[in-house]
């Protein structure tokens, strides 16, 4: 089968199809002998066969494509008889052709109300799994069974490793309709530009904000993972104007691993610089260290009074934050502060001096930059 939804299929659907063209083809050579329409067991039999399409992801363009090609190779048949006997050829174009075009009509209609009857069924029950689905990974991550069983009932590998993709572009604002309508357009945008397919994707929405679990690939390292897909998110930044800003979580498994990636990806968003004008995107691997400190608390207070020993100073205190800045270059914050050289070296031995620190000992290098950052973001301002 060269038709388009039919190439890729399996051995038994592909069986399945066969005995249901082959049935197709008889029906309608009996209606056209008997002259009749089609009984209600044959419509049943019709409908049955669409609806096993749904499952066996044929798409319904494509069903309906092959209704035209049947159609057309039959009457193609018919007037190569009405060729040899030309007796034939009125009854051909007067009697058979309205009888072929109708009876195929009546049968593409009854396989797409049936088709998409079933496709609807089925979104509803996709629905309630993934509902499920977001109750054990928000509530219960460690029903490790549940999660299972829902991944499984989504057709999808729950030993796939995942990352979550969190999105804001105030959904929660819309009527449930519109939002729902919204989010499904938002699926086929990160599917297109991760390049995956739109039925790998599990989609919730979280806090207002939509969540999107993307499989990464086997054997991916994290770091990798959360390169590939800061690249792809700022593609899906520059393509939707609706959206506010995405975050990126870390690529994770399992229940407690989904729940850790969408708060991770939730997170990178708070915490984004208030007015921020360059870019959507702000991956957790970002703030990864900062988090970290401000889990432990003595470390977080350790770090915090270094800066603050420079409060009493503030020119000090905008010297250091340039000099981190700038990359620690130091022409560079000496014409960003419009200062002389020698008079930045001042001020750093300064800070050096008040805080018993070294700017050029690595260890003191990364506590400063932490230190500075947490101070930016408690303050709401300065780069991410």
């Given amino acids: ?10 051995p038994a659907v592909r069986d399945d199809i066969l005995r249901s063209v082959a049935r197709s083809a008889d029906l309608w050579f009996a209606l056209l002998l008997a002259g009749a329409t089609p009984a209600d067991d044959a419509m049943a039999e019709a409908e049955n066969s669409a609806r096993r399409r749904v499952h066996q992801q044929v798409p319904l363009q494509s069903i309906l494509r092959a209704f035209q090609l049947g159609a057309r190779e039959i ?5 190569e008889l009405a060729k040899v006997d030309k007796a034939l050829a009125g009854e ?33 029950w996709r629905d309630a799994i993934v509902q499920q689905l977001y109750a054990v990974v ?7 069974a549940g999660f299972t069983d829902a991944i499984h009932a989504l057709g999808l590998d729950a030993t796939v490793p995942r990352l979550a993709l969190t999105i804001d572009a105030a959904l929660d604002k819309l009527p449930p309709e519109l939002r729902n309508r919204e989010i499904d357009r938002l699926t086929l945008s990160v599917a297109r530009h991760f390049q995956v397919l ?13 969540v999107f679990w993307i499989p990464c690939g086997r054997g991916e390292t994290i770091s990798r993972c959360d390169r590939t897909a800061y690249e792809s998110a700022q593609k899906i930044g520059a393509a939707e104007q609706g959206i506010r800003a995405i975050g990126v979580g870390l690529m994770n498994q399992g229940a407690a691993g989904w729940a850790a990636s969408a708060t991770e990806g939730l997170r990178a968003i708070e915490l984004a610089p208030r007015g921020a004008t360059v870019g959507k995107v702000y991956r957790y691997s970002s703030i990864a260290l900062e988090e970290s400190v401000r889990a432990t608390a003595n470390v977080l207070r350790y770090l915090v009074s ?18 981190f800045a700038q990359g620690r270059r130091r022409r560079t914050t000496a014409d960003a502060l419009g200062i002389h050289p020698n008079t930045l070296n001042y001020r750093l031995e300064r800070i050096e001096k008040m805080l018993g620190a070294s700017l050029d000992d690595a260890a003191w290098i990364a506590k400063l930059d932490i230190a500075i950052s947490l101070r930016q973001r408690e303050s709401g301002g300065g780069p991410v």
Avoid at 138 to 144: G, I, K, N
Avoid at 198 to 206: A, F, I
Avoid at 307 to 320: F, H, K, R, Y
């Fill in 1 to 10: 089968m060269k038709l388009d939804g039919y190439q890729a299929l399996a």
């Fill in 75 to 79: 009457w193609h048949a018919c007037t």
């Fill in 92 to 124: 051909m174009l007067f009697v058979i052709s309205p009888f072929l075009f109708d009876h195929f009509d009546d049968m593409a209609q009854i396989f797409t109300n049936a088709y998409v009857g079933e496709q609807f069924k089925q979104e509803r």
């Fill in 138 to 144: 928000f509530h219960a991550p460690t029903d490790h």
């Fill in 198 to 210: 739109p039925e790998t994707l599990v989609e919730v929405l979280h806090h207002g904000r939509a």
């Fill in 306 to 323: 270094l800066v603050e020993q420079l409060d009493n100073e503030p020119e000090l205190l905008a010297t250091l934050t340039t000099f």
